[in-house]
């Protein structure tokens, strides 16, 4: 069964950063597309960010040239980097990865970041 587990959440100040992690355990990362979505209470889940298994990376408006999204295929792993975080990005993100081929995906379970001063 694929577990995908999250770290890195947490509470900061309006101006830093932080960096999320999501580990998978499939059998070749490089097959699946990645993204991290986040969800605040009474709205929606939001794509914030997409990375294909080709290299093409896609933001939310609101993150852009704040957020970089990255993956590193040994470690099968993809990361959020978060600078100049805002109370707006306060949410509860997860990590998601989609098999290009078959279009199966999976879901981490969550990991809270909260901006606040």
């Known amino acids: 069964q694929v577990q995908l587990v999250e770290s890195g959440g947490g509470l900061v100040q309006p101006g830093e950063s932080l960096r999320l992690s999501c580990a998978a355990s499939v059998s070749i990362f490089s097959r699946y597309a990645v993204a991290w979505y986040r969800r605040t209470p009474g709205k929606q889940r939001e794509l914030v960010a997409t990375?294909?298994?080709?290299?093409?990376?896609i933001y939310v408006d609101s993150v852009k040239g704040r957020f970089t999204i990255s993956r590193d295929n040994a470690k099968k792993t993809v990361y959020l980097q978060m600078n100049s975080l805002e109370p707006e990005d306060t949410a509860v993100y997860y990590c998601?990865?989609?098999?290009?081929?078959?279009?199966?995906?999976?879901w981490g379970q969550g990991t809270q970041v909260t901006v606040s001063s």
């Open positions: 998601n990865i989609r098999e290009v081929l078959t279009g199966e995906q999976y």
């Open positions: 990375l294909t298994s080709g290299g093409t990376t």
